[in-house]
Nanobody
């Protein structure tokens, strides 16, 4: 069973930056691609970004392209989400998740087998 723990959320002003991290334990990290999702109050959970184990492929939702960067350190079993130029609409609970590296659609939350508990990101105006 893979256990995921997110860190790095907080309160930031619009235009600021945050870096989220997600540490994995209890499984074979190299078997998994990793994703970040978010859920704002009253809204459905949505895909943010994903990265394959080999790091040769990354995926982003359109609204974060050019602002967010996903990366991973396989030696540390950790995936990161660098968020720059944050906007109030980025406010949400952010979750990291692990999926088998062979899945077809990284944006589908049902493809992911393991989830962290989430970390709150709040962007003020």
């Amino acid at each position: 069973q893979v256990h995921l723990v997110e860190l790095g959320g907080g309160l930031v002003q619009a235009g600021g930056s945050l870096r989220l991290s997600c540490a994995a334990s209890g499984g074979t990290f190299s078997s998994y691609g990793m994703g970040w999702f978010r859920q704002a109050p009253g809204k459905e959970r949505e895909f943010v970004a994903a990265i394959r184990w080999s790091r040769d492929s990354t995926y982003y939702r359109d609204s974060v392209k050019g602002r967010f960067t996903i990366s991973r350190d396989n030696a540390k079993n950790t995936v990161y989400l660098q968020m720059n130029s944050l906007k109030p609409e980025d406010t949400a609970v952010y979750y990291c998740a692990a999926a088998l590296d062979s899945i077809a659609d990284w944006s589908k939350d049902y493809e992911y087998r393991h989830w962290g508990q989430g970390t709150q990101v709040t962007v003020s105006t």
